[in-house]
């Protein structure tokens, strides 16, 4: 169950303010919110505070933490649209260093709703800017277009993740992805910068796939991160234990390459190491979400049966 509560204890005096990332690609089903579901955790466990925002109307990204979307006070759509203080917007996940602002399909209307409000592409980024020395690092989930709730997103990141699966026309579409964040860039945000691109859906039985990361090598030849996501039935499976993959098999494929993701992406972020990185058997890892079964093996849980606490 989760609940609006206060965000994280604020960072010691003088701390920097939060990284902020972008996870977006206007396509569809290319790994953006499993890519965003385990960077965070996995740069939690890590001992960073992060703040996972869940911009996309489906919310599949606070499904996949097991957060109950019925007990949440306020979203990201009351953030944007009402503009309520994002700290209260906040549900604390059961996993430490871990903190989400959730998403509902009410959001699908904000885009409607805030055509005509002043400072519509910035309403994000204002109410990041409240809570940004909370945290190391926020990571924004965007949604598979290029409409406004994704320009919000581009205008409060500092850098952008672009998730491009191993299929055929992969780069179809990148080059526009890639003009809305020049856009971006040039009127409503110099800073932000891409900070590389992450191939996901790899499937090693195929030309295709490999063919694919090749031309996409040759596009971004200084941007692609060496981790390449595989194909793999537990990455599907995780999101229906309210888990990422890192808790739910963290010996599987898909696991060690987000692991060498996260890994790449504390190095491009330039993050000053923290904490350590916890064994499986860490208490506050690896349980989130999960029900025993009568056999002893794994038990799916409804979305929101453990994923978040409530203070």
Not at 37 to 64: E, F, I, K, W
Not at 74 to 80: A, G, I, R
Not at 186 to 203: E, I, K, Q, Y
Not at 275 to 289: F, K, L, Q, V, Y
């Amino acid at each position: 169950m989760a609940t609006a509560v206060g965000a994280a204890a604020p960072a010691p005096s003088g701390a920097p303010a939060a990284a902020v990332v972008a996870l977006a690609n206007q396509k569809g089903g290319v790994g953006k919110t499993t890519t965003a579901v385990n960077a965070a955790v996995g740069l939690a466990r890590r001992g960073y505070r992060v703040l996972l925002v869940d911009m996309d109307p489906q919310g599949n990204a606070t499904s996949s933490l097991g957060v109950e979307k019925a007990a949440l006070l306020h979203t990201v759509y009351d953030v944007l649209v009402d503009e309520v203080p994002i700290a209260r917007a906040v549900a604390v996940t059961d996993r430490p260093n871990l903190d989400l602002v959730a998403s509902t399909p009410t959001l699908a209307g904000a885009e409607i709703e805030l055509v005509e409000a002043p400072r519509r592409e910035r309403r994000l980024a204002h109410a990041l800017a409240a809570v940004a020395d909370r945290y190391h690092v926020v990571l924004i989930d965007c949604p598979p277009s290029l409409g406004l709730l994704t320009v919000n997103a581009l205008t409060a990141a500092r850098s952008v993740v672009v998730p491009i699966q191993c299929e055929f026309l992969a780069l179809e579409g990148v080059g526009q992805l890639i003009t809305t964040i020049d856009l971006v860039k040039r009127r409503l945000n110099p800073p932000l910068d891409v900070a590389g691109v992450l191939m996901t859906m790899f499937d090693a039985r195929t030309r295709l796939s490999a063919h694919v990361v090749e031309e996409v090598r040759r596009y971004f030849p200084q941007r692609i991160f060496r981790a390449v996501v595989p194909r793999s039935v537990r990455l599907a499976e995780a999101p229906s234990y309210g888990q990422g993959i890192l808790e739910y098999d963290p010996a599987s494929r898909g696991a060690t390459a987000y692991e060498a993701f996260v890994d790449e992406l504390v190095d491009r972020l330039k993050l000053a190491a923290v904490g350590h990185r916890p064994s499986t058997a860490d208490p506050g890892w690896g349980t989130t979400g999960i029900a025993p079964a009568s056999d002893g093996a794994r038990a799916p849980v409804a979305a929101g049966s453990g994923g978040a606490r409530s203070r």
